[in-house]
């Protein structure tokens, strides 16, 4: 099981940036993937972008080319790096790891705690 520790969430007004951070710890090892989740108040816990092991990529619509997903092996850490924030991207943030695809089944990955980023208007 992996372990991860999400950070860097917060309070910006619309139009803002913010750069969140997971470091992770465990028995990790290729292939997997990682990703960046949200949940709104009242609404399900969606994905937002996803890295696998091969470095390839995937966003959802309303967040592509607005925010970016990468990580650093040498410091164990993901990143999401948020541009253009928008109020609709108020919700808590968790970082997730899988091993082996990108299923995206909560069942098969370890989550973190969440990091909550709030943007007003």
């Known amino acids: 099981q992996v372990q991860l520790v999400e950070s860097g969430g917060g309070s910006v007004q619309a139009g803002g940036s913010l750069r969140l951070s997971c470091v992770t710890s465990?028995?990790?090892?290729?292939?997997?993937?990682m990703g960046w989740f949200r949940q709104a108040p009242g609404q399900e816990r969606v994905v937002v972008a996803t890295l696998k092991s091969d470095g390839s990529t995937h966003y959802v619509a309303s967040v592509k080319g607005r925010f970016t997903i990468s990580e650093d092996n040498a410091k164990n850490t993901l990143y999401l790096q948020m541009y253009s924030l928008k109020p609709e991207d108020t919700a808590m943030y968790y970082c997730t790891h899988e091993t082996g695809g990108c299923t995206g089944i909560p069942y098969n990955l370890d989550w973190g705690r969440g990091t909550q980023v709030t943007v007003s208007s």
């Open positions: 465990g028995n990790s090892s290729a292939p997997y993937c």
